[in-house]
Nanobody, 125 residues
Framework: VQLQASGGGLVQAGGSLRLSCAAS????????MGWFRQAPGKEREFVAAVRWNSGTTYYADSVKGRFTISRDNAKNTVYLQMNSLKPEDTAVYYC???????????????????WGQGTQVTVSS
């Protein structure tokens, strides 16, 4: 499985960005795909995830109501729409996928087998 993330950049506080992650190499009917982020000096933290079959979504409390994760089955792509961005959202954002995770562990980075390269998101105040 290969994951290719894109869409990061520099934006002012209150602005929006959309990240994309294109997956290739396998069918994805049993996947969970998600986004994590890591700021300098901090641990990698869960942002959002989606169950590929059902479309059920999961969010970190810090982004709930501002970020939306979605998927396009035909394109094998997951998106993260980020609105009302804050300086504390500044981080490298990573796309990730799992074939086998247990849903109770969906917020743990160790639950995911596949990772894309990071994309930098910088929010200026």
């Amino acid at each position: 499985v290969q994951l290719q993330a894109s869409g990061g950049g520099l934006v002012q506080a209150g602005g929006s960005l959309r990240l994309s992650c294109a997956a290739s190499g396998r069918t994805f009917s049993s996947y969970v795909m998600g986004w994590f982020r890591q700021a300098p000096g901090k641990e990698r933290e869960f942002v959002a995830a989606v169950r590929w079959n059902s479309g059920t979504t999961y969010y970190a409390d810090s982004v709930k109501g501002r970020f939306t994760i979605s998927r396009d089955n035909a394109k094998n792509t997951v998106y993260l729409q980020m609105n009302s961005l804050k300086p504390e959202d500044t981080a490298v954002y990573y796309c990730t996928a799992s074939l086998r995770l247990i849903l109770s562990t969906i917020r743990l980075p160790s639950s995911y087998e596949y990772w894309g390269q990071g994309t930098q998101v910088t929010v200026s105040s």
